[in-house]
């Protein structure tokens, strides 16, 4: 089945710099990979996501890239805000199993007034 | 648009008693999961259904937890009995279930279970 690793398991950053997270999969049959944002006991959030079909997307100052050949994709937030400060989930999930995600072990996110 | 709605939002139970958990999915959407997360994991899927069926269930400790989607749209997951690791968020999610690839899924608030 499906793996998904997840990169750093925390990340602090100074207010209006940049944060990368990074996910590797190991299934190469996985062809969606959305991102979620969950902020202390609230529920997770989709942020951003991304198909097998095309290699970037972006809105505003989130953008995440994929690497199908490497079988990685990764988090840009750029001009971070202390509201951004929570942890970040990555999945992976593809039609050989229907609409199941496997989830990373997320990435928390400190953005640093 | 109402997101996925769960109840009771925290639970603390006795080790061994029942607990059960209830969740209400976006209107109009097929799919809906349940899942456990554990403090500082990623959500990990206990049962999918699709409309009234559960089609994916093989996460789900058959022993002591079961799930029903009567009619297709609410759904209840229940513990019975439950145990000290049991302690965690059990996250409702829903997704349209459009049969074409996977969907967004959105994720209700959670219920938070603590087992004394």
């Known amino acids: 089945g499906e793996n998904v690793e997840q990169h750093p398991s925390t990340l602090s950053v100074q207010e209006g710099d940049s944060a990368v997270i990074k996910c590797t999969y190991s299934?190469?049959?996985?062809?969606?990979f959305p991102w979620y944002k969950q902020e202390l006991g609230k529920r997770p959030q989709l942020i951003i996501d991304?198909?097998?079909?095309?290699g970037e997307k972006k809105d505003q100052r989130i953008a995440v890239t994929l690497n199908k050949t490497a079988k990685h994709f990764s988090l840009h937030i750029t001009e971070t805000q202390p509201e951004d400060s929570a942890v970040y989930f990555c999945?992976?999930?593809?039609?050989?199993?229907?609409?199941?995600?496997?989830f990373g072990p997320g990435t928390r996110l400190s953005v640093l007034p | 648009e109402a997101g996925v709605v769960q109840s009771p939002r925290y639970k603390i139970i006795e080790k061994k008693q029942p607990v059960a958990f209830w969740c209400n999915p976006i209107?109009?959407?097929?799919?809906l999961y349940w899942y456990l997360q554990n403090l500082g994991q990623g959500p990990e899927l206990l049962i999918r259904?699709?409309?009234?069926?559960?089609?994916?269930d093989s996460q789900l400790p058959k022993d002591r937890f079961s799930a029903e989607r009567l009619k297709g749209v609410d759904s209840t997951l229940k513990i019975q009995p439950a145990e000290l690791g049991d302690s965690a968020v059990y996250l409702c999610?829903?997704?349209?279930?459009?049969?074409?690839?996977?969907?967004?899924?959105?994720f209700g608030p959670g219920t938070r279970l603590t087992v004394l």
């Open positions: 299934d190469s049959a996985s062809n969606y």
């Open positions: 209107s109009g959407h097929n799919t």
């Open positions: 999610a829903s997704s349209p279930g459009t049969g074409v690839g996977p969907d967004t899924q959105y």
């Open positions: 991304i198909r097998s079909n095309v």
């Open positions: 259904y699709e409309n009234e069926e559960a089609v994916d």
């Open positions: 999945a992976a999930a593809d039609d050989n199993y229907g609409q199941n995600f496997v």
